[in-house]
């Protein structure tokens, strides 16, 4: 066998040096597996003088440290330097590429979620699907960074995706566009007089300023504001620190989250600050399986505090918190260094947050009544001083079942608390 090059030693001894700092006093824990490193390194001069295809040094290692993580759990991996660029471009709003965050689920990718207004989305992609062929290549034992490369490319090109989709028969076809990927972290906007929706599609740099401004000029709309619709479904995740500040818009003080792991900066804990920006108005969140991560954060802390009614199917499940280390400037690993729990002390990781009133999505359609005569019809009626309806409850009804359902939840918390407050001045 050669002797180890020098690159390759100091390669190793960089990936050995957190089992070093991070090994506790155990002096059997605290050794390296120096029979294993010998293993490798006879692995790694065999691929280079045997392998069919020459391949050099740097490529060579750089497999290794993508297998070291890639093995470890599906969130965890190395990430070149367009995977790093990528990584920060995702998080200030821009970026390339489909519109899709994907995970891995046994030797395939499974999408997380379509962000919303993205190629992904228009397409009709779906939270828990599985791909299992880009173009003509299988994704089968596919390192998930290669799949996302594959994924990318220039605005304007093609990329066909093999999707399994529960429930349909047999895998289909999906060809999408690939575009220039902007998102819009919070969207609102008034669904009847009094009742508000604020959708938020992932946590970036500014959702936790963008959330309370969007509170503001709701709270700002004629009549006030009775209620409130949080919208989290298909919300793949993103910044802890943004899920935190959007939780601490609702509470009035207390614990949001807390992490632990392994190291002491794995173990954290995070807390709101004093003050409700709506004072106690009702809040529903709508949470589904493409809730993921920071959005389980939020959905989480406001069900332990009973500051919010959750409503729709059980989230994700993605309950770890991934570090992204360094490697100089260009070069990067996304480590899982901790799990994160709820106020309450509950796991979210592989469990997912429960819903606290379960609305499956469904296609309704609307039964014919009879027609009847109505004050309407008669001449001469009177008009209605009223404001007019700013959404069509039956059009909501039949296009998205769940908002329907929340609105109709908090105009009932409304009314329950108007009857209440009534019958307190009475007596």
Known sequence: MKLLTKSLLTTLLLLAWPVISYANEDSENAHLPLEELRYFTQVFDQIRQAYVEEIDDQALLEMAISGLLNGLDPHSLYMDEAAFSELQESTSGEFGGLGIEVG?????????????????????????????????????????????????????SKVTLTIVRQNTDGPFEVEITRDIIQVMSVRHRILEPGFGYVRIAQFQENTGADFREALSDLQKKKGGLKGLVLDLRNNPGGLLNSSVDVADALLDGGLVVYTEGRIPSSKEQFYATAGDVLNGIPVVVLINEGSASAAEIVAGALQDHHRAVLLGTSSFGKGSVQTVIPLGTKRAIKLTTARYYTPNKRSIQAEGIQPDITVRPAEIHL?????????????????????????????????????????????????????????????
């Open 367 to 427: 039964l014919e009544t009879q027609k009847q005569i109505k004050e309407a019809n008669l001449a001469g009626h009177l008009s209605s001083d009223s404001d007019p309806q700013i959404a069509d409850k039956e059009d909501l009804l039949q296009t998205d079942n769940q908002l329907y359902e929340a609105i109709n939840l908090l105009q009932g918390l409304e009314i329950f608390s108007r009857n209440t407050s009534r019958a307190d001045a009475a007596q």
């Open 104 to 156: 891995m689920e046994g030797s395939f990718i499974k999408v997380i979620s379509p962000i919303d207004d993205t190629p992904a989305y228009r397409a009709g992609i779906q939270a828990g699907d599985l791909i299992i062929k880009l173009d003509d290549q299988l994704v089968q034992g596919m390192p998930l960074t290669e799949a996302i490369e594959l994924m990318r490319g220039p605005k304007g």
